[in-house]
């Protein structure tokens, strides 16, 4: 969850999909749903595409419920615990079927318009587990208050799960991005609100490893003496939030990256 802008401030989450065979995953782009949960400025009209490692488009939606498309989605949200979206809402959302590969699901507002949304990808076949989905990312503009970026992650099954959990700010300036956020901080927060870890500068401690763990899931390398911000932790079934804001306020283009560890 995050302000969605245009350009370099859209909200922009990555997903992998892993193993064999398809993986089918509802991917919705929620704003006006938002005002229920009492976000006044958020996004009234988002518009979502779906995109490959290629850039080719697979899929937009504009209106969820558009084309004979909402009772499809409707019910797979509700066999996923996914809140429900009202009739003739104006967010976004689909149902796809990927073969392996990397995707990013791209959340703009209508007529250019910006406000804060959510982005959300769900397997919508859990029980198939010839391909899963793996590593997430989240990028947009960080901004204060309401507006920091935020991720929601769930640790299924009954045993612990090590995950890399990276905030990152000053490495995109190698991709080409403007307006990076010069100092993240990285706050992770268990589903009673507690915060359980916290990092700002990654290679304060245990660099070494963590330079180690980013090689053996496939992430790109942080520089040295870089603010980017990581944490390594072993969490136990439930759900959690990663907070991503700037030190002492600060606000910029930033991106929350989750990597299961095997």
């Known amino acids: 969850r995050a302000v969605a802008g ?22 919705r782009g929620i704003g006006a749903a938002l005002i229920d949960f009492g976000l ?17 488009i697979l899929l937009q939606n ?15 949200a509700a066999n996923l615990a996914a809140f429900s979206l009202a009739a003739g809402s104006r967010d976004a959302a689909a149902l796809v079927t990927l073969a392996p590969g990397a995707y990013t699901a791209q959340v703009t507002g209508v007529g250019g318009a ?43 099954g009954e045993l612990p799960v090590k995950v890399l959990i990276r905030g990152l700010g000053p ?13 993240p901080k990285l706050t992770i927060f268990n589903s009673l609100g507690t915060a359980i870890a916290s990092n700002d500068n990654w290679d304060d401690a245990d660099a070494a490893n963590l330079t180690l ?16 911000a990581t944490l390594l932790l072993t969490l136990t079934p439930g759900a959690y939030t990663a907070h991503l804001m700037g030190v002492a306020n600060a606000t910029g283009v930033g991106m929350i990256e989750l990597y299961t560890v095997p």
């Open 40 to 56: 006044a400025d958020a996004l009234r009209d988002t518009f979502l595409k779906v995109v490959n490692a290629q850039g080719s």
């Open 114 to 156: 910006s406000g804060v949304a959510l982005a959300e990808v769900y397997d919508a076949n859990p029980s198939s587990t010839a391909a899963i989905l793996t590593n997430f990312s989240l990028r947009t503009q960080v901004g204060t208050a309401a507006n920091i970026l935020i991720a929601g992650f769930v640790v299924g």
């Open 213 to 228: 763990t980013a090689q053996v899931v496939g992430a790109f390398a942080l520089a040295v003496g870089s603010r980017d």
């Open 171 to 183: 490495s995109l300036a190698q991709f080409g991005v403007g307006g990076i956020l010069v100092d």
């Open 6 to 27: 245009t350009g370099n401030q859209k909200l922009i989450a990555g997903f992998v999909v892993a193993g064999a065979g398809t993986k089918t995953v509802l991917v």
């Open 62 to 76: 504009d209106n969820w419920g558009d084309g004979g498309n909402g009772q499809p989605i409707s019910s797979t």
